[in-house]
């Protein structure tokens, strides 16, 4: 063990330099597609009876807080979704995942309220896309919460878990018929820890090491809540499976010393285990529990700052992924480090953690700065949920590549991102047994980026957006994506191995 991970620390400078590309095929059956939400390409964000989203009020209110910029119109995929499925087939995907604005087809949130053009919308690219043979995983919450539901607490009140369920009891039946693949959360942590702890994504409520904690509760029992009424109400009639969408760096140890690897697991723990474990197991990690109570008690609160689930929520919870998903960017470095001192008046989520993350400056960089290229990454990520978590079948439900969004002869950046990264995966299936069975590119088109406007780009089809027809170009890596996704290889056909 030490010295196959000592192999793989020596691998980690050296990175990409003397690596092969792996020649095999993706399975027969193997899922690639890609992926988008709704605030971040439909626009439309008041058409047609729409409710606000707390991107559409936060945006308005605090423009500073993404670059001036906002989803309103974004791609115009509300008008142009036709154009969007004709990219689809001409890339041949065989999956397209896409998120379900709340507001859009529940206006106020709650069920008292339905629009029919909205529901009308998503309905026209269902059918669409089934028409093209191409499958729906659909999002049920990509992040825009009815401003509505926000003002009465949003994920902060526990209440949330019933608006959630009601709202996917909604989705089942207007649209379970037809999709068979549901996500109900993306990245919770991103949501949490960003939208109610740093606060610098809507609603932008900063409270690190309460709020985020709070709210990640609430979505927990929300998702398993809405797991059960699905189980109950929808899955003998409509067959189908559900999921989370959890995001996670892979956080590997900084050295083989025994203190580093304990450090860089308990980073995982606190990071896809926060929300891994519940839905897997039926609790937090048993580290999360004990680190934050105790911090929690030295800082003087009589309770942990964790909620901790009741045995009956417990129940809930546990077993309520048919399939495991992950979002892959990027990797850290771990140390282990003393203690952190107790700062009662300021707790966060990294001083419970207890460690230092870092990323080498040789690292290969992107345009951005936690982001660096690290493809064996990716290889080791999947391999621990697999380990973790009794080798369940494993998504990538993302990946994909920042640049400023100029580049359309983007082949030697994301398209041999895209490259490398698939080709770690494709040792992860063949040498490691690891059942992946899809892979998900962010982004079909250039998108709105939360914080960085459009100021980000990860689209493999570049959007003008200072045109108002919003066109289409096709960038490098869409050929190269539509070369792999055909043949199932990542190099040229005739080098591929069966
Ligand atoms: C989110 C996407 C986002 C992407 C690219 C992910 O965290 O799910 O909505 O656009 O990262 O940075």
């Not at 018929?177 to 409520?205: H, M, R």
Request: one cysteine or more; a negative charge.
């Amino acid at each position: 063990m030490k010295l196959l991970l000592l192999c793989s620390l020596l691998m980690i400078g050296a990175l990409a330099d003397d690596y092969v590309v792996n020649t095999r095929r993706f399975p027969k059956d193997f899922k690639f597609g890609t992926a988008s939400a709704a605030y971040q390409i439909e626009g439309g964000w008041d058409a047609d009876g729409k409710g606000e989203n707390v991107w559409d009020t936060y945006t308005h209110l605090y423009p500073e807080k993404s670059n001036y910029q906002n989803g309103d119109v974004a791609c115009d995929s509300y008008n142009k979704w036709q154009e969007d499925v004709d990219l689809l087939v001409g890339l041949g995907v065989n999956t397209y995942r896409f998120s379900i604005a709340w507001s859009r087809v529940l206006p106020t949130g709650f069920v008292n309220s339905s629009n029919p053009a909205g529901i009308n919308y998503y309905k026209k690219l269902i059918a669409a896309l089934k028409a093209n043979n191409i499958e729906p995983l659909v999002t049920m919450y990509h992040w825009d919460l009815p401003t509505n539901l926000e003002n009465l607490g949003g994920f902060i009140n526990p209440e949330i878990q019933e608006w959630f369920v009601d709202y996917a009891r909604f989705l089942f039946k207007t649209f379970g018929d037809d999709v068979k693949n549901w996500i109900t959360f993306n990245e919770p942590k991103q949501a949490c820890e960003f939208g109610y702890g740093a606060g610098v994504l809507a609603p932008y409520i900063s409270s690190p090491g309460i709020k985020d904690y709070q709210c990640s509760h609430n979505l927990i029992i929300a998702h398993g809540k809405a797991y059960r009424m699905w189980e109950r109400e929808f899955k003998e009639k409509q067959g189908g499976r559900v999921t989370m969408v959890i995001d996670s760096n892979w956080f590997g140890p900084a050295s083989n010393s025994t203190e580093d690897i304990e450090a860089a697991e308990r980073n995982m723990l606190f990071t896809y285990g926060w929300y891994g474990h519940p839905v897997n197991f039926g609790d937090y990690p048993e580290v999360m529990k004990e680190r934050i109570a105790h911090r929690s008690a030295l800082e003087g609160f009589n309770t942990s700052r964790l909620p901790s689930f009741t045995e009956e929520e417990k129940q809930i919870i546990k077993g309520t992924v048919d399939f495991m998903c992950v979002n892959i960017y990027t990797s850290s470095l771990v140390n282990a480090i003393p203690e952190p001192k107790i700062v009662p008046l300021s707790p966060t989520r990294d001083l419970d953690i207890g460690v230092n993350v870092f990323q080498p400056e040789d690292w290969e960089p992107t345009v951005t700065s936690w982001f660096k290229v690290v493809p064996w990454g990716a290889r080791e990520l999947i391999k621990w949920i697999s380990n973790t978590y009794n080798h369940p079948e494993i998504v990538v439900t993302e990946n994909g590549y920042h640049d400023n969004g100029t580049v359309i002869h983007d082949l030697e950046t994301r398209g041999r991102y895209h490259k490398l990264y698939l080709s770690n995966m494709l040792d992860a299936i063949y040498e490691d047994g690891v059942n992946l069975t899809g892979y998900m590119a962010w982004a079909l088109t250039d998108d709105f980026e939360w914080q960085y406007g459009y100021n980000i780009q990860l689209g493999l089809y570049q959007v003008n957006f200072t045109d108002p027809a919003r066109p289409r170009v096709a960038k490098d890596s869409a050929s190269y994506y539509r070369q792999v996704v055909t043949t199932r290889c990542l190099v040229d056909n005739d080098q591929c191995t069966d």
